[in-house]
């Protein structure tokens, strides 16, 4: 029976080496601890249990761990969640409360709406907060000559 257990683990490892998701190789783990018991024992019921309950344990107790050092630091943003934190130029006028307002970051222009109800005028500076449905958030920034 060792010889079914060690195709298995092959198997599994070899799925594991195709995909990213780091899962697959506890099962590939579990066939070698059963692989392991078949020179014990006979007993498929006892080398199934200890495949089944080996790979459980060790995916849920060490998954979280491997994961912690296999997470990207440095994943970079796409799209719209891109934008947050530029600074972008207002083309026409912010008014929240009336819906009006537009501005220019990297040669796209946005409908934006500010997080406060002030009016932010045409050719001031504006950081984006966050994206609203189709719309920017943004607030204004203060250049040195407006803060007190």
Do not use: H, Y
Not at 21 to 40: M, P, R
Not at 114 to 125: G, L, M, R, T, Y
């Amino acid at each position: 029976m060792w010889k079914f257990w060690l195709v298995i683990s092959g198997i599994c490892f070899a799925i594991e080496a195709v995909t990213v998701g780091f899962l697959i190789f506890w099962f590939g783990i579990g066939a070698l601890l059963a692989l392991a018991c078949s020179f014990i024992t006979d007993s498929i019921v006892i080398q199934s249990t200890v495949f089944v309950v080996s790979s459980t344990l060790l995916m849920f107790l060490t998954r979280p761990f491997v994961k912690k050092f296999t997470k990207k630091e440095n994943e970079i943003e796409t799209n719209v969640n891109s934008l947050i934190n530029k600074v972008g130029i207002v083309t026409e006028d912010i008014d929240t409360i009336n819906g009006k307002g537009q501005i220019k970051i990297g040669g796209e222009i946005w409908s934006a709406k500010c997080e406060s109800s002030e009016i932010i005028p045409k050719k001031s500076k504006v950081e984006v907060i966050s994206i609203d449905g189709v719309k920017v958030l943004v607030k204004p920034l203060k250049t040195p000559a407006n803060v007190k």
